[in-house]
């Protein structure tokens, strides 16, 4: 003997339980951090209410086919302009722009610095 459902009863226990994940899933949401946003040392790499000192190198895009950096929102080919220098070398993390003979070297992370290991320190 087959019992049968009532289909309203069905799409009313369907219904609180999408309003219920959508309630949950929204708020777990909120507490994450947005990936995309940029670090806060772009954003604000100076200190609070200070000026930036000079252009911020974004992001470096390196391949067989394009060398392209991101700086303060402009994408520049390797030995394109950027307002009146010119972006002469790249790596994986630098870039170096060139006015006249002024260099001016941008870096993606320009808060860390290289240190020596202990093992090199040792084999000295």
Same mark, same amino acid.
């Given at each position: 003997?087959?019992?049968?459902?009532?289909?309203?009863?069905? *799409?009313?226990?369907? &219904?609180?339980? /999408?309003?219920?994940?959508? *309630?949950?899933?929204?708020? *777990?949401?909120?507490?994450?951090?947005?990936?995309?946003?940029?670090? *806060?040392? +772009?954003?604000?790499?100076? @200190?609070? @209410?200070?000026? /930036?000192?000079?252009?911020?190198?974004?992001?470096?895009? &390196?391949?067989?086919?394009?060398? +392209?950096?991101?700086?303060?929102?402009?994408?520049?080919?390797?030995? @394109?302009?950027?307002? =009146?220098?010119?972006?002469?070398?790249?790596? /994986?993390? /630098?870039?170096?722009?060139?006015?006249?003979?002024?260099?001016?070297?941008?870096?993606?992370?320009? =808060?860390?610095?290289?240190?020596?290991?202990?093992?090199?320190?040792?084999?000295?």
């Amino acid at each position: 003997m087959a019992q049968f459902v009532n289909p309203l009863l069905l *799409v009313s226990v369907l &219904l609180c339980a /999408e309003h219920s994940y959508a *309630v949950t899933s929204s708020s *777990v949401s909120q507490n994450l951090p947005d990936p995309t946003k940029p670090p *806060v040392s +772009i954003l604000n790499p100076a @200190g609070i @209410g200070e000026q /930036e000192s000079g252009p911020v190198l974004q992001s470096i895009l &390196l391949s067989a086919n394009r060398k +392209i950096a991101i700086i303060d929102g402009q994408a520049i080919k390797l030995n @394109g302009k950027f307002g =009146d220098q010119t972006l002469i070398k790249m790596t /994986e993390s /630098e870039v170096v722009l060139r006015r006249g003979k002024q260099l001016q070297t941008l870096s993606l992370h320009p =808060d860390l610095r290289k240190k020596p290991s202990l093992e090199s320190t040792k084999l000295k």
